[in-house]
């Protein structure tokens, strides 16, 4: 059982950063490959990026203004968040994969979500 804990979303203009914080409890985190997911209102979910043992992938969306992160020691991925704009407001989810990593339903474990906002 993993429990993953997001945190670092919150209201910031156009053009500014922020980074996200995913937690994860249990013994076996370095063995899941994990990802940022999120959902705007009205829209469906979609992977942001995802971070595994073969290395990154990231939404054509967001290639060159984020980058995904991890660190085993600290069961904990990141997700810095630069050059925000209004369409990237949505609630962002952290997940947790032990088998595939590109859909969401091969994700075992989800986060609660956090809200990111860019005002324009």
């Known amino acids: 059982q993993v429990q993953l804990v997001e945190s670092g979303g919150g209201l910031v203009q156009a053009g500014g950063s922020l980074r996200l914080s995913c937690a994860a409890s249990g013994r076996t985190f370095s063995t899941y490959a994990m990802a940022w997911f999120r959902q705007a209102p009205g829209k469906e979910r979609e992977l942001v990026a995802a971070i595994t043992s073969g290395g990154h992938t990231y939404a054509d969306s967001v290639k060159g203004h984020f980058t995904i992160s991890r660190d085993n020691a600290k069961n904990t991925v990141y997700l810095q968040m630069n050059s925000l704009k209004p369409e990237d407001t949505a609630v962002y989810y952290c997940?947790?994969?032990?088998?595939?990593?590109?859909?969401?339903?091969?994700?075992?474990?989800w986060g609660q979500g956090t809200q990111v906002t860019v005002s324009s």
């Open positions: 997940a947790a994969s032990s088998r595939g990593w590109a859909l969401a339903r091969e994700y075992d474990y």
